[in-house]
């Protein structure tokens, strides 16, 4: 099957690489990368070949968030067209999060918003040293809401407070210690230490993996539909606020919003 903006490689042991393939975008998540990843992800996890995916992409930038010319739409929609906008984020995270095979994210570059959120879905995250991370959703008077249950399960509240509200831009290094990378590599061996997390699944049975996956999250903190739409009815009620049209105009036309200070 032929893809616009992702690519899935597998090899003869059944380690598949997702790839995030809009380098020029910055592989920002636009409605047709929502609708690809929420389709590889179903396909890959019932796909018997497989027995790992890695999730990486092309380019300097890991995930830049969301499409600017999905934002800018935006401004101007109505709450249905916006709430689907939202649901469609929402799916393509819950997919990836079910997913039963492991999933190892190969962060190569920045990742911001919804590309934090691509990561929380991992079962481990290996970045380079050097990429830069944040959750930059109040900065444009929004929340981080729909990636927000993988956030916080991923973090836990009290580590997630330090970063979710800010806006700030954290390092590799600090995303360690909030439990979002697992480890870190320079830029030369990031494959070499994807590899290790992915070869000793090679000896594991591979029903065993998927059970062994579903149990942790059935143990794990609850994300199911009710708290999937409750995030929805969240960011729908920033959209309609003042602050989200003021903060994504402001984007837009270059100036500071009205309640950034110095």
Not at 53 to 71: E, K, N, Q, S, Y
Not at 170 to 182: P, Q, R
Not at 194 to 207: F, I, K, S, T
Request: charged residues 25%; aromatic residues 4%; hydrophobic residues 45%.
């Amino acid at each position: 099957m032929s893809h616009e903006t992702i690519r899935i490689e597998t090899d003869p042991r059944g380690v598949a690489t997702l790839t995030l393939a809009l380098p020029e975008k910055r592989n920002a998540l636009s409605a047709k990368m929502l609708e690809e990843l929420t389709d590889a992800a179903g396909a890959l996890s019932a796909d018997d070949s497989v027995r790992v995916v890695i999730l990486a992409a092309d380019g300097p930038t890991f995930c830049a968030g969301g499409d600017l010319g999905w934002m800018r739409q935006q401004i101007d929609a109505d709450a249905e067209t916006r709430r689907a906008g939202a649901r469609q984020l929402a799916h393509m995270l819950h997919a990836m999060n079910i997913m039963a095979k492991p999933l190892i994210g190969r962060v190569h570059g920045n990742a911001f918003g919804g590309g934090v959120g691509m990561m929380s879905v991992c079962d481990v995250v290996i970045a380079a040293r050097d990429a830069k991370f944040g959750l930059t959703e109040t900065r444009l008077g929004l929340i981080p809401a729909t990636i927000g249950p993988y956030v916080l399960a991923r973090m836990g509240e009290d580590k997630a407070r330090r970063v979710f509200m800010s806006g700030r831009i954290f390092d590799a290094e600090e995303a360690v210690t909030l439990n979002l990378v697992a480890r870190l590599a320079d830029p030369g061996h990031l494959d070499e230490m994807v590899e290790a997390e992915a070869a000793p699944y090679m000896q594991c049975a591979p029903g065993a993996v998927a059970e062994a996956k579903r149990l942790a999250r059935a143990l794990g903190p609850r994300i199911d539909e009710a708290v999937i739409e409750d995030t929805i009815d969240r960011l729908i009620a920033m959209w309609d606020g003042k602050e989200a049209p003021e903060g994504i105009a402001a984007f837009f036309d270059k100036r500071k919003p009205g309640w950034q200070q110095g």
